[in-house]
């Protein structure tokens, strides 16, 4: 299956909001009237199925990239949910992200891939990169990559950092401290509910 890049109002609509796939807000609609769940008792399947929905359309992957993010997480020491967690918020699109480069993790997917972003002074352009304590992220000292960086920051800045990130705004760089902790992440999921979801395909 494909990367989503369909309708996203669509998809907060039915999911709740993700901030990673789009800062919009769905407008109220008194006359909307969600017929999949009128008049039907929810089934444990599908509780399952929209919480790997939003860890799939939040950080943007492909059904075969999460997976593979679940079948590492399972072989690795600790909780199976919350080491996917990690996985998951220590990738590089998501990290510039959390960092306010960006305004979604599709805006900064697209600047890894620009090869606009360098870490430890080598330009890194995969954006599933895994990204570890010590790290420096800048950016490419090219005109074109200063003044979109700027941009997005002034237009988008993010109200908090997360702990294990620091910006440096006047050197427009980024660093990572240590892995990121489960409290630390701002993302309403029940990460248990996707282990299950794969429990028999892993």
Known sequence: MSRYRGPRVKIIRRLGSLPGLTGKTPKPKSSYIDRSTSNKKISQYRIRLEEKQKLRFHYGLTERQLLKYVRIARKAKGSTGQVLLQLLEMRLDNTIFCLGMAPTIPGARQLVNHKHISINNNIVDIPSYNCEPGDIITIRNKEKSQSLITRNINSFQKLQIPNHLT??????????????QREWIDLKINELLVVEYYSRQV
């Open 167 to 180: 910006f440096d705004s006047t050197q427009l760089q980024g660093s990572v401290n240590q892995t990121i």
